[in-house]
């Protein structure tokens, strides 16, 4: 069971990014599957969730209006395309299945991918 994101890189403020997830040893499909981050000397925080059965999504407040979390069916991925980036969204990203809410989570966690906004 592993998960893995990608697709973090170096961007200026204003940037773009879409992060992908992928699952071996499980379906994606299968699960509530959200993305959380993780910054340097701060705990890891919920970012995004989209359920199983009607792709309804739920946001962290920090990040509603500019991320939008998708499913690739046909890749059997989780995407998080990320618009407007803010210095503070830099973090390690790193996704998981679990609860809408983000309290909980079902897999153990992979490596995660680093976003770094920057000029």
């Known amino acids: 069971v592993q998960l893995q994101a990608s697709g973090g890189g170096l961007v200026p403020p204003g940037g773009s990014l879409r992060l992908s997830c992928e699952a071996s040893g499980f379906m994606l499909d299968d699960y509530v599957s959200g993305w959380f981050r993780q910054a340097p000397g701060k705990e890891r925080e919920w970012v995004s969730c989209v359920s199983r059965m009607d792709g309804s999504t739920n946001y962290a407040d920090s990040v509603k209006g500019r991320f939008t979390i998708s499913r690739d069916n046909a890749k059997r991925t989780v995407l998080l395309q990320m618009n407007s980036l803010k210095p503070e969204d830099t973090a390690v990203y790193l996704c998981?299945?679990?609860?809408?809410?983000?309290?909980?989570?079902?897999?153990?966690w992979g490596q995660g991918t680093q976003v770094t906004v920057s000029s």
């Open positions: 998981n299945t679990g609860t809408l809410d983000g309290t909980i989570v079902y897999k153990p």
